[in-house]
């Protein structure tokens, strides 16, 4: 029911910035909360920020707020992270997902139905 497809991974020095997207096909893109979440080798998936179906919802992860930014355009079903003052520990597969979970919370990944493919981003020292 939905194919996601994030972008915009890359290396970049710390204190650098990075802009991925996440293009969601499907009809329903709308009715679908989105969410981030980083894998470094040997970790545990981990969540960085989500968004709710109609957009007027975020939530972050300690470390990240401030820093990161989500959005959604649901015209051009796309959802972004915006990363700011990048981290070497912060190296990782970034995934999007979206959930069509209700009343739950989205920090979880096991409230989330479909995931993309990850795309590296490299934060060197």
């Known amino acids: 029911q939905m194919q996601l497809v994030e972008s915009g991974g890359g290396t970049v020095q710390a204190g650098g910035s990075l802009r991925l997207s996440c293009a969601a096909s499907g009809r329903f893109f709308s009715r679908f909360h989105m969410g981030w979440f980083r894998q470094a080798p040997g970790k545990e998936r981990e969540f960085v920020a989500t968004?709710?179906?109609?957009?007027?919802?975020?939530k972050y992860a300690d470390s990240v707020k401030g820093r990161f930014t989500i959005s959604r355009d649901n015209a051009k079903n796309t959802a972004d992270l915006q990363m700011l003052s990048l981290k070497p520990e912060e190296t990782a597969v970034y995934y999007c997902a979206a959930s069509i979970s209700n009343g739950v919370e989205l920090d979880a990944v096991g409230v989330y139905n479909f995931w993309g493919q990850g795309t590296q981003v490299t934060v060197s020292s």
């Open positions: 968004i709710n179906s109609s957009g007027d919802s975020t």
